[in-house]
């Protein structure tokens, strides 16, 4: 390395350094985040879903003491999402494969999460599994406004209709920023990629619908996509269903930005399913989240990343690699899940001591 090139590495890592520390610094981070828990069942028996594998005399013998270790270790997950940067769990995350709201109100009280202040929008969905989205949000940082679901309408080559996830849309404050966030989990790729894409392309053609509304109501809308979508960033869904792009210099009004396309193309992943590994957990945003002009006056995009440490990670057999999952062969496997979670860092520019005097005096006058 020349001696031209070691000076600016070490610039930008003294720039990576001083982020973190939003106390210390010019900047203010938040981390928002997509996590597919892999089967966050409670375990009583509901007779409306396909729920009974997850109930003690089920087949994967799915007691209260799996449950709450369950939950436990999805908290504990949850908790440590950009806490190395931000000295915080994710200010907002998007959850998928969990069965009901009770689920959600465990997690949020649970052991990692309890002093973290979460809330919860959420849905029940049609999905035959009883699986759902669900979107948490710490009270402090972000105030939901309004909150709808949209129901993805499928059916067989038969006719025959085929049940599968809402999709989550919540609109509200990121401090005092607007900000929509659309959650998703496709419809998988049961009977084979080719054979199940139409799904999927009927959820990119709501999705799509939901961002043009949004749209129309305000041109300047910031609006962040996240899910599971059971298709990678290149495939047709992604690139030309929500007109994303992985590259900043090809962002245009009309397109979304997808910063998990370079990662895949990178080889990296947060699945493995027999011997292939897939990206299929993203996070897309409109393109005003993309910083022109480095002022940062507003929240912009800095960074995303897939949250992979030794724990959630398998380390030895067959699928050394792999996300450390939480149910193997029809048995409990004590680990977290069979998704790694994904993640984003916004950053914004902390107003000055004179800012914040003058904030303040604003705030407290009448």
């Not at 990576?16 to 009583?44: M, W």
Request: proline share 4%.
């Amino acid at each position: 390395m020349s001696v031209k090139s070691y000076i600016s590495f070490l610039f930008f890592l003294l720039f990576i350094i001083q982020i973190p520390h939003c106390q210390n610094s010019n900047f203010k981070i938040r981390t928002i985040a997509f996590y597919n828990v892999e089967n966050l069942f409670d375990t009583i028996n509901n007779p409306d879903t396909f729920d009974d594998d997850f109930t003690p005399n089920g087949k994967n013998g799915y007691t209260s003491k799996i449950y709450w270790e369950k939950i436990n270790r999805t908290g504990r997950v949850i908790s440590n999402i950009g806490y190395e940067t931000t000295k915080n769990s994710p200010v907002i995350i998007g959850l998928a494969e969990i069965e009901n709201r009770p689920v959600l109100e465990d997690l949020i009280h649970s052991e990692y999460l309890k002093n973290k202040r979460y809330n919860i929008i959420h849905f029940d969905s049609p999905d035959r599994r009883g699986i759902d989205v669900a979107l948490l949000y710490q009270e402090k940082y972000f105030t939901p406004l309004y909150q709808k679901n949209y129901e993805v309408k499928l059916w067989d080559e038969e006719g025959k209709r085929i049940f599968t996830r809402d999709i989550l849309v919540a609109y509200g404050l990121l401090e005092d920023e607007p900000i929509h966030i659309v959650v998703n989990h496709w419809p998988s790729r049961r009977g084979g990629e080719k054979r199940s894409k139409s799904k999927r392309a009927k959820a990119a053609y709501i999705v799509n619908q939901i961002v043009e509304n949004i749209y129309l109501e305000n041109m300047d809308a910031k609006i962040i996509v996240m899910g599971d979508f059971n298709d990678d960033p290149i495939d047709d869904s992604i690139k030309n269903g929500l007109f994303s792009v992985g590259k900043v210099k090809e962002i245009d009004q009309n397109s979304l930005f997808n910063p998990m396309e370079k990662m895949y193309k990178q080889g990296l992943n947060t699945l493995g399913y027999r011997d292939g590994i897939n990206l299929f957990d993203q996070i897309i945003l409109s393109s005003n989240y993309i910083s022109t002009n480095k002022k940062y006056d507003t929240y912009k995009f800095f960074k995303a990343g897939i949250y992979n440490p030794p724990f959630v990670i398998t380390q030895k057999g067959k699928y050394k690699g792999y996300p450390f999952r939480s149910f193997q062969n029809n048995h409990y496997s004590s680990g977290y899940s069979d998704h790694f979670p994904v993640y984003i860092y916004l950053i914004k520019k902390a107003p000055t001591f004179v800012e914040a005097s003058k904030i303040s005096s604003k705030t407290n006058s009448y």
